[in-house]
């Protein structure tokens, strides 16, 4: 049945037991729009783009780690959102990699 997906599986009632799965929905919505304007207008590297990657990077871990938590074993498809974490982590921390080493390579004053 549509809107009731995630009472269907085990590993998603956490999620449930926060918001409905309508809010889930809407903030990935929200989380991709905002994505494609960033690349789109080419402002990666401002301050809003940075505590979006790390909010970004904060639902995904959630996500993921709590169906880890909730399910054994692990469902082999999750191998894929395992990436997604671990690519939206690395979106957050490499600005800040990229500025510490122009900082020490004296091309950059820290911010």
Do not use: C
Request: proline share 5%.
């Amino acid at each position: 049945m549509p809107g009731d997906t995630l009472n269907l599986r085990y590993s998603y009632v956490n999620f449930v037991g926060i918001i409905p799965e309508v809010g889930w929905a809407f903030i990935f919505l929200i989380s991709g729009i905002i994505q494609f304007f960033i690349i789109s207008y080419e402002k990666t590297h401002t301050r809003f783009s940075r505590i979006f990657a790390f909010v970004n990077a904060l639902v995904w871990s959630y996500f993921v780690l709590s169906i880890l938590i909730q399910t054994y074993p692990p469902v082999a498809t999750l191998a894929s959102s395992i990436t997604l974490v671990i690519v939206a982590n690395w979106i957050w921390i490499r600005p800040y990699i990229l500025a510490e080493g122009l900082y020490r390579a004296g091309i950059r004053r820290k911010t």
